[in-house]
């Protein structure tokens, strides 16, 4: 599903208050009409930010941009940024519901279409791609996620940077060629502009039930960030298809 999707340095933009940097690489996109993939690690760097969200905008650095294709799309489409969604308890994080079950944590990934500089623009012109990975609680913590959160919670600071150590984005949103639901649905936020071709995996990762917590205690300006999730909504027609 992915291929010569690389990923080396982020900056995660907590609302408007708290920049992190993180140092990622190594991930995929989807190629031809059934999707496949191959890895290739190469270098990049990255910044942005977001209200009332974590999200990873990427800058590139001597490094091809990466890209999806393939599958239910209709042309290619280029990486635009990584954002987490969360509810109040585990149960009602997700956007996404799998079987009627909704999950603590979605991690959804934006791709636009070549030339495309802005999330809005795109998407009301049909040009947005949202890729969204399900993380559910366990026991054990992942550690990958651990890399991300430490410089989250109470002590954040606001406006202030954050270094962090490289890992491969693909331990957290992993590759995948088959076995998704695709849809043509909304941004989840503000202006929620329709048009947007959804991509879900369904097969949940892991957090655990502390890092969740520690997420929720995420400082914003003026209180925790305990919620930043949109409720689920009605189907109203649309068309979700299985690719197996």
Not at 10 to 15: N, V
Not at 92 to 109: W, Y
């Amino acid at each position: 599903m992915l291929d010569s999707y690389c990923l080396d340095f982020f900056y995660i933009f907590l609302g408007i208050f708290i920049l992190v940097y993180l140092a990622i690489f190594e991930y995929c996109t989807y190629v031809t009409n059934k999707p496949t993939y191959s890895r290739q690690a190469q270098t990049m760097g990255s910044y942005g930010y977001g209200e009332c969200d974590v999200n990873l905008y990427p800058e590139y650095k001597g490094c091809s941009i990466p890209k999806i294709c393939g599958g239910p799309l209709d042309g290619v489409y280029e990486l635009h940024c990584l954002n987490l969604r969360w509810g109040p308890n585990d149960e009602e994080g997700t956007e996404h519901m799998i079987n009627n079950k909704r999950f603590a944590l979605e991690l959804q990934v934006t791709f636009l279409r070549a030339g495309h500089r802005n999330k809005f623009i795109a998407a009301d012109a049909g040009d947005a791609i949202m890729v969204a990975y399900i993380y559910q609680t366990t026991p054990i913590a992942n550690p990958y996620l651990n890399i991300i959160l430490e410089q989250l919670g109470p002590a954040s600071e606001s406006f202030k940077r954050y270094e962090i150590e490289t890992i491969p984005v693909s331990l957290l949103a992993p590759c995948f060629s088959r076995g998704y639901f695709s849809y043509v649905g909304s941004l989840t936020h503000p202006p929620c502009i329709e048009g947007v071709r959804w991509i879900v995996h369904p097969e949940p990762l892991s957090i655990s039930c502390c890092q969740m917590k520690k997420l929720r205690k995420t400082h914003m300006l003026y209180c925790d960030l305990k919620n930043n999730t949109r409720p689920v909504q009605e189907l109203n027609s649309r068309e979700v298809i299985f690719y197996d």
